[in-house]
């Protein structure tokens, strides 16, 4: 079974422009997706380390885009978004982020997701709620 984990195609979107970062991020806004990024640098060995889980992650909240950006080779994207160390994630919602986490910490960063997906949800409840109220 190991061996077709290792022929499934990666859900995880490798952003290599500010162009592709601007697409992807539009996307998921006018899609209301929410998004998670992997800023990472190939001699960051925690970094790599993260790859596999991130993977994972991807695989386990199909309704969220996973985005991986190597901070070297765009470098403008992680300055624009504040990024000082590696790895980072951010969990975005319309285009803004919401979360940051630094660090090479798998626990902490599906309990975060977790948290990000019920906060999504109750939101999007609460609002269908509200405009069922005010259209009746």
């Known amino acids: 079974m190991e061996g077709h984990d290792q022929l499934r195609k990666s859900r995880v979107v490798k952003v290599d422009s500010k162009k592709s970062w601007d697409f992807f991020i539009s996307q998921a806004t006018n899609q209301g ?13 925690p970094s790599v380390a993260m790859n596999p889980f ?15 950006v190597d901070v ?3 470098k403008i994207v992680a300055s ?3 990024i000082k160390a590696m790895p980072t994630f951010l969990l975005m919602r319309e ?3 919401v979360d940051k986490l630094v660090g090479a910490n798998p626990k902490e960063m599906r309990k975060r997701i977790d948290d990000f997906i019920h906060s999504i ?5 609460t609002s ?9």
């Open 95 to 97: 285009g803004a982020p």
């Open 33 to 45: 997706c929410p998004v998670v990024v992997h800023f990472t640098a190939a001699w960051c060995i």
């Open 121 to 125: 949800r109750s939101y999007k409840t």
């Open 54 to 68: 991130f993977e994972e992650l991807a695989f386990s909240y199909q309704d969220i885009l996973f985005i991986l």
């Open 72 to 74: 070297d080779e765009v």
């Open 80 to 82: 624009k978004m504040d």
């Open 128 to 136: 269908k709620l509200i405009n069922a109220q005010t259209n009746p």
